[in-house]
Nanobody, 114 residues
Framework: VRLQASGGGLVQAGGSLRLSCAAS????????MTWYRRTPGYEREMVAA???????AYGHFVEGRFTISRDNTWSTVYLQMNSLKPEDTAVYYC?????????WGQGTLVTVSS
């Protein structure tokens, strides 16, 4: 499975961005798609996750501002981010769970200015 994240950029506080994670390869084997982020000086943290047949899960800091979704074929997973805050500034990564393995895409930088 190969993943390509995109959609990051510079946005003002209160603005919105939509990140995309395009998957290729054995898409039908993907059981879980997760967005993570890494901020300078902090550990990686889970932003949002979506499992086949499951409900979305979000990090505690999301507070209803973000929405994870996918297309019908699981070839693309989205992260709609609204009401962005400067503390949301981070490199965002997508990950696909296939059995016991996790596949990672390159990160996309989100910068939120105050």
């Amino acid at each position: 499975v190969r993943l390509q994240a995109s959609g990051g950029g510079l946005v003002q506080a209160g603005g919105s961005l939509r990140l995309s994670c395009a998957a290729s390869g054995s898409i039908d084997r993907i059981k879980l798609m997760t967005w993570y982020r890494r901020t300078p000086g902090y550990e990686r943290e889970m932003v949002a996750a979506l499992a086949r047949g499951g409900s979305p899960a979000y990090g505690h800091f999301v507070e209803g501002r973000f929405t994870i979704s996918r297309d019908n074929t699981w070839s693309t997973v989205y992260l709609q981010m609204n009401s962005l805050k400067p503390e949301d500034t981070a490199v965002y990564y997508c990950s696909a769970g296939v059995g016991l393995r996790s596949y990672w895409g390159q990160g996309t930088l989100v910068t939120v200015s105050s």
